[in-house]
């Protein structure tokens, strides 16, 4: 048990639809990191927040957006949703930006 | 950009057998960590280690050691007497001391008993 919750943890939708997942960090930890892992895939990099702030972006489009709150835990919105967003979405803490993560169980979104 | 590869994509072995899991990474940078994560069928990432550039000492950890190359960018993996729990995939991942870890693809490890 790493203490980062994620829900829910399975979620279906349509393309076009729009989703949002959640996150509870561990805690104490101010930073949160989502990551997208394909089947069969590692993980991708998404987004960090800190303190409430965007702190670095991987290589998605903007139809990916997150939020963190002042307890520092976060969400994760997907708009517009297609196909090839179908995947495990996994939410990671940690105590600070250079320390190490702990992940979550992660949300399997499937996209029909 | 950073870069890992993981080769090998499953590996099967009997209990107490060892297994080395290989990681060959890619980086311009100087200062950079890298770590292992286990994940099993509840989707969970585990920590299991992490290293920073300028420690290249073995670690080992009870069935558990690595080997860490510089001058071959490899960040290898051993289970000594493995079992069936070990049954998992295996991650290897690079930063550069950021929350962005860059993954490599993961090794299905099959532990039979």
């Known amino acids: 048990e790493t203490g980062v919750t994620q829900s829910p943890t399975h979620l279906i939708k349509t393309r076009g639809q729009q989703v949002t997942l959640r996150c509870s960090s561990q805690?104490?930890?101010?930073?949160v990191s989502w990551y997208q892992q394909a089947l069969g895939q590692g993980p991708q990099f998404i987004f960090q927040y800190y303190r409430e702030e965007e702190n670095g972006r991987g290589n998605f489009p903007p139809r990916f957006s997150g939020l963190q709150f002042p307890n520092y835990s976060s969400e994760l919105n997907v708009n517009a949703l297609e196909l090839d967003d179908s995947a495990l979405y996994l939410c990671?803490?940690?105590?600070?930006?250079?320390?190490?993560?702990?992940f979550g169980s992660g949300t399997q979104l499937s996209v029909l | 950009a950073q870069k890992v590869t993981q080769a090998q994509t499953e590996i099967s072995v009997v209990e107490k057998e060892d297994v080395t899991l290989d990681c060959v990474y890619e980086?311009?940078?100087?200062?950079?960590?890298l770590f292992w994560y286990k994940q099993p069928p509840s989707g969970e990432l585990v920590f299991l280690i992490r290293r920073n550039s300028f420690d290249e000492q073995n670690e080992i950890s009870g069935r558990y050691s690595w080997n860490f190359q510089k001058s071959t960018s490899s960040f290898n993996f051993t289970i000594t007497a493995s079992q069936v729990v070990d049954s998992a995939v295996y991650f290897c991942a690079l930063s550069d001391g950021g929350s962005k870890l860059t993954f490599g693809k993961g090794i299905t490890l099959s532990v039979r008993p």
């Open positions: 980086t311009r940078d100087t200062t950079y960590y």
């Open positions: 990671a803490s940690s105590l600070a930006q250079n320390e190490k993560l702990f």
């Open positions: 805690s104490g930890h101010n930073t």
